[in-house]
């Protein structure tokens, strides 16, 4: 009986230390394969490919592996498609949290990086939901640090003016404004696909040392120094609800923001229910109160514009008054 016992003892060990050699081989297999990718060739294609989904010119310094397993690109340029405001990355990484995985969840973070500044993003799914088809994340977090924002609101801005039903005479203001400051805040969501009702977070965004660029010649206008830039909400009965203080405060301008999204498992389905109210005085009433009358049809509006934004996120219906 103890010959048998010790026999069995000694397959069992045997087999375990096969088992064990079997999946460092598996592990070091994957991990040099990892290592030694054709990063460059893989650069070229993801650059290629993402130019041709998305109509921008995006090009790609450097590709490279993160351990335990992520990716990291430096100098990352995306340019619009009439090749004139471009938006710079010093870099982007993006890792997969293989503890995460092991629990059931995915978990990717991601930063980006401009300037001498920041944005980490990271977004929880769980592996069962997404086996089901819900796409929404379980967890959302971010936080910024002085994220410059120049570049991106040009980019932004461009992209707007040149898009196929930009308004004419909105157009060429957008290509000759611009902001400058830096993005700080945080914003961390826990989401319930299954019942929205349960989700719950809060977000605070604001823009500190913010300048609304209004020199250009073709303006004829001062710079507006923003003494509030504030995005505030917070998530309760299954709605995104806006702070009423959020929005945007100059000496000639005011631009506010207030409502709420009801959210829906299908992000695109999620309803708007927003009003954007915008307010010019005194020289930006002068020169811009004439397209505020133009928009609403309305020429005692005294330089004052609302627009109610109602409908479903992927095709919302805009009214002005």
């Known amino acids: 009986m103890n010959l048998k016992v ?21 592990v070091s297999f994957v991990l040099f394969l ?11 294609q993801v650059a290629a490919e993402l130019s041709q989904q998305t109509g921008y010119q995006v090009r790609i310094g450097d ?15 995306v340019a619009a498609p009439t090749g004139g405001a471009q938006v710079t990355l010093k870099s982007l990484t993006a890792d997969v949290s293989v503890l ?18 920041q944005i980490d993003a990271s977004l929880r799914f769980g592996m069962v939901d997404l086996a089901r088809g819900v796409t929404v994340p379980n967890h959302v977090r971010l936080t910024s640090k002085n994220y410059p924002l120049e570049d991106a609101v040009a980019f932004g801005l461009s992209v707007a003016a040149n898009a196929p039903g930009a308004n004419p005479m909105v157009a060429p203001l957008l290509s000759a404004i611009g902001i400058t400051g830096f993005l700080n805040g945080s914003m961390d969501f826990k989401l319930d696909a299954k019942n929205v009702a349960q989700s719950t977070g809060q977000a605070e965004i604001t823009l500190s040392k913010a300048v609304l660029k209004l020199s250009n010649p073709a303006l004829g206008l001062q710079d ?15 709605s995104v609800v806006f702070d009423k203080g959020s929005g945007i405060v100059s000496d000639e301008l005011e ?65 002005t008054f």
């Open 224 to 238: 507006q120094t923003l003494k509030r830039a504030l995005i505030k909400a917070k998530v309760e009965n299954g």
């Open 34 to 44: 990892f290592l030694t990718f054709p990063y460059e060739v893989l650069k070229e």
């Open 63 to 77: 590709l490279s592996p993160r351990l335990p397993l992520g990716l990291e690109a430096d100098n990352v340029q």
């Open 255 to 319: 631009l506010l923001t207030a409502g709420r999204i009801m959210l829906k498992p299908t992000p695109s389905a999620s309803l708007l229910d927003l009003k954007v109210i915008c307010r010019l005085h005194n020289g930006l009433k002068d020169k811009f109160g004439f397209v505020m009358d133009a928009m609403t049809g309305n020429a005692t509006n005294d330089g004052q514009i609302t627009m109610q934004v109602r409908g479903p996120m992927g095709q919302p219906s805009v009214t």
């Open 100 to 117: 995460s995985f092991l629990v059931g969840n995915l978990a990717t973070d991601i930063t980006v990086k401009a300037g001498s500044g």
């Open 6 to 26: 010790s026999l069995g003892g000694t397959v069992m060990k045997k087999a375990l230390s096969i088992g064990a050699l079997i999946l460092l081989f598996l």
